[in-house]
């Protein structure tokens, strides 16, 4: 995953902004599928389910975060 990153420039164009913004937001919805496979497992640790459930919550948050932000951005 790490390779996948890449660097941008400090400044992006209105356009380039949102690319960036639903790119960032389809890589939350796949991190949500793996946590749910996770979960699925059914580990049975409560420490693991809280953290899963955590992760969950956390990823949702940042989701609705940059859905904000993208929709404040100019078209």
Known sequence: MRNA???????RSTSQQRTVLRTA????ERADIYVAAV???EIGDWAGQRA????????ESLRRHLSGLRARTPS
């Open 52 to 59: 899963v459930r955590q992760l969950r919550d956390d990823l």
């Open 5 to 11: 990153i890449v660097r941008l420039p400090e400044h």
């Open 25 to 28: 937001i389809r890589q939350l």
């Open 39 to 41: 979960a699925s497992l």
